[in-house]
């Protein structure tokens, strides 16, 4: 006789930021839950996102006031939950004659500076571009400008790591292996899934959260044959990478003549990050990368600010995503909104919620909303929220302390060069002693496979954060990408493939459950 299915409390579709989220806040109060991502972790929008913990300065002008101040008031919060990841960031606005007056920009600057209870990062201020440093880069036309504060953050590290505490408290994490079908019982959900090595499951879970991001319509009439449309919006956007174009640490917000905005933004040391692009995508999102209009349009968009020209022979790295936002009918792509939707459906049978757009700015609220609509579903929606004081992984300092982390880590492991450390604790935070262990010496940490990415920070990677593939290393939990030749990163594929295949047994467990 065949055993019964496990039966979780919840099932989560989709390892983006949403899915992930909801995982974490749902275990942490109480409920067993089984997450199903059919690729690696991050692997879609949530890794191509601008990486910005803002409020949004331009949703201020379609008075998405809840939005904006929601946003805002997570910028601390998140910081403080993980200051290895989540750091402030100045941002310089120049006036540009002929576009938004200055009056407007002063009154949205004074609007973001106190509608959502900003308390250490510092308020708006008036720059004379002839003779601050941020002037320096720009065209001698722009004379005067604001700055403000917002914040930063590794995107694709802060889904992991919300994976890898919600995993700490007993969430089942699957990656690479997707629900294939759905069936709805009177009181559950009985789900199949598939491994990418073709390994077959059925489990059964009271509650489904489809966060499948732009997949999310999908989900809802190919895997679980729902009824409910799909009120969904696909909008790509797109950026460039290209090496560092100013000294300073501060970030730019440029307008365009077109309405739109884009950023240039100091990026791993040597770089800066340019974009976003907004245009409505019809496609497979597991396919999109940046057209060569798009990629036109960031080098054009930034050329207008700065003094020396951007071209297409500058850029040496680009990225898409596909943002699944709520189809509100708005007329263009950049006027879609922000916001989140959560549909609950409770129609023949188990419970299923499905998200619909959102920020990775607001993912923890949406994991808050979330639970709350499923208050009556789910027993563990009714203990009370926890996650705005909870440290993520590695997060357990202070939010200004990265510093004093570092020089801390530089004592313990003294061989380590300074440029190492630092990028270390960027990623890990108190974590990096669990990487290191105890290595006397470089030569402790085994292979290098280029740049400073040793075989320790290798297996730490497969064994605490679900990676299975270079792209997983050098694109998602870290951007080494950057920095490594394509024959260092096949011999990092080599390893990690025979890596896995060494330790099939141990990861199957250990990846499942984690």
């Given amino acids: 006789m065949a055993a019964s299915p496990h039966l979780f409390d919840l099932a989560v579709i989709g390892g983006g930021i949403n899915g992930t989220g ?41 008075y998405k006031f809840r939005l904006v101040r929601e946003a805002l008031m997570e910028r601390e919060v998140l910081w403080s939950l993980a200051p290895h990841i989540v750091w402030p960031m100045r941002f310089v606005l120049p006036h540009h004659r002929g576009l938004r007056p200055g009056w407007l ?22 720059l004379d571009l002839t003779h601050d440093p941020a002037g320096k880069p720009l065209k001698p036309g722009f004379v005067r400008g604001f700055e403000y504060s917002d914040c930063w953050v590794e995107d694709a590290r802060l889904v992991v790591l919300n994976a890898r505490d919600a ?78 174009l100013f000294d300073h640490d501060k970030a730019y917000f440029f307008q365009n003549a077109d309405g739109r905005i884009i950023f240039a933004i100091p990026y791993e040391r040597d770089f800066c990050l340019i974009g976003t692009t907004d245009r409505d995508y019809k496609g497979d999102p597991a396919h999109v990368e940046a057209s060569p209009e798009e990629i036109d349009y960031l080098c054009a968009a930034a050329s207008e600010y700065f003094l020396k020209p951007i071209t297409r022979d500058d850029v040496v790295w680009t990225y898409s995503g596909v943002r699944p936002l709520y189809d509100d009918g708005a007329s263009k792509a950049q006027e879609a909104t922000r916001d989140y939707v959560l549909s609950l459906d409770t129609t023949g049978g188990a419970t299923m919620l499905s998200v619909f757009g959102g920020k990775i700015t607001t993912f923890r609220r949406l994991a808050e909303a979330a639970l709350e609509r499923l208050r009556g579903h789910l027993a563990a929606a009714d203990r009370p929220a926890w996650t705005g004081t909870a440290a993520l992984p590695g997060g357990d300092f202070p939010a200004d302390g990265y510093p004093a982390l570092v020089a801390q880590i530089m004592r313990e492991y003294p061989f380590l060069a300074p440029a190492h450390a630092a990028r270390l604790v960027r990623a890990y935070g108190t974590w990096t002693r669990r990487l290191l262990g105890d290595a006397k010496s470089a030569a402790d940490l085994g292979q290098l496979f280029g740049a400073d990415l040793t075989e320790a920070e290798v297996r730490h990677l497969m064994r605490e954060e679900w990676a299975r593939t270079a792209k997983d290393v050098l694109w998602r939990r870290t951007k080494l990408g950057l920095r490594v030749t394509p024959d260092q990163a096949a011999a990092l594929d080599a390893f990690m493939a ?15 459950a984690a």
């Fill in 22 to 62: 909801i995982a974490r806040d749902a275990t942490g109060r109480g409920a067993s839950v089984v997450l199903f991502e059919r690729d690696d972790l991050a692997s879609a929008t949530s890794s191509s996102s601008t990486k910005l913990i803002h409020g949004g300065l331009r949703y201020l002008e379609h």
């Fill in 105 to 126: 920009l002063r009154i949205g600057l004074l609007l973001y500076d106190h509608i959502g209870g900003r308390k250490r990062l510092p308020g708006t201020a008036l």
């Fill in 167 to 244: 995993a700490e408290r007993g969430a089942s994490i699957r990656t690479r292996t997707a629900v294939v079908s759905a069936e709805r019982l009177p009181d559950r959900w009985r789900l199949v899934s598939e491994t990418a090595d073709g390994i077959r499951e059925t489990v059964e879970a009271r509650v489904l959260v489809n966060a499948a991001g732009p997949w999310v319509g999908q989900v809802l009439s190919g895997v679980a044959r729902a009824n409910a449309p799909a009120a969904v919006r696909l909008v790509q956007g797109s950026h460039i990478v290209v090496r560092r």
């Fill in 498 to 512: 025979a890596e896995a295949e060494r330790t099939a047994p141990e990861s199957a467990s250990g990846g499942q």
